[in-house]
């Protein structure tokens, strides 16, 4: 609704409530065009606050986690298996002014990521449906208590297979958006137990 992802060599005027990401994604997936890719921008809309701290694993052209920072997340941990893509990204946040609030790394789905104090407020995993299957049982030692995911890359015949999978290890489903046969998750990362 709010994010406009402008190709860094088209001029563009925004409108006032506009927040503009210039991309080139180069050989890295995220120019801002793909189902997934939109429902995830759509979701961050609605749950970046000012201060948070965001994840972004399998970042490709850093997109969502540059998404986040331009709307207001103090600071980004980004991740890729492909060095390439990591390169893209940390060039992305660069041209996006947002480069001092991004930390870019290799990684296979957070192998050698150490948690952070207090963890991440905000974790956004556009990747595919095997993937945040496996990721499942890992991924709530980086977040907070509350924090809210975001998954995607899931064609809509797998949503309910990635449902279970993160209700299985803690997280509720607290919205779903589709569109063109994929849907995005958003969900919520239970309580600890008192």
């Known amino acids: 609704r709010r994010l406009m992802i402008v190709p860094g060599w088209e001029e563009y005027t925004p409108t006032p409530e506009q927040v503009v990401i210039r991309m080139d ?7 801002g065009t793909h189902e997934t890719t939109r429902l995830c921008g759509e979701l961050l809309e609605k749950h970046v606050h000012p201060g948070d701290r965001l994840l972004d694993v399998g970042t490709g052209s850093g997109i ?10 103090q600071q980004a941990f980004a991740c890729d298996i492909d060095p390439i893509a990591v ?11 947002v480069a001092d609030k991004i930390d870019c ?9 150490k948690p952070t104090a207090g963890g991440y407020t905000v974790c956004t995993a556009n990747i595919v449906a095997d993937i945040i299957i496996r990721l499942a049982p890992d991924i709530g030692v980086f977040l907070a208590p509350h924090a809210v995911l975001i998954a995607s890359g899931i064609i809509d015949t797998r949503q309910d297979e990635v449902c279970r999978a993160l209700q299985a290890n803690g997280f509720s489903v607290e ?11 958003c969900c919520k990362k239970a309580e600890p137990a008192q």
């Open 175 to 185: 919205e779903i958006l589709t569109d063109g046969g994929w849907c995005a998750l």
């Open 25 to 31: 994604p180069g050989l890295a997936f995220g120019t």
């Open 105 to 113: 790394e290799v990684s296979d789905l957070l192998a050698g990521v």
């Open 64 to 73: 969502l986690a540059i998404c986040g920072l331009k709307l207001g997340a």
């Open 87 to 97: 390169r893209v990204a940390q060039e992305n946040a660069a041209c996006n002014g």
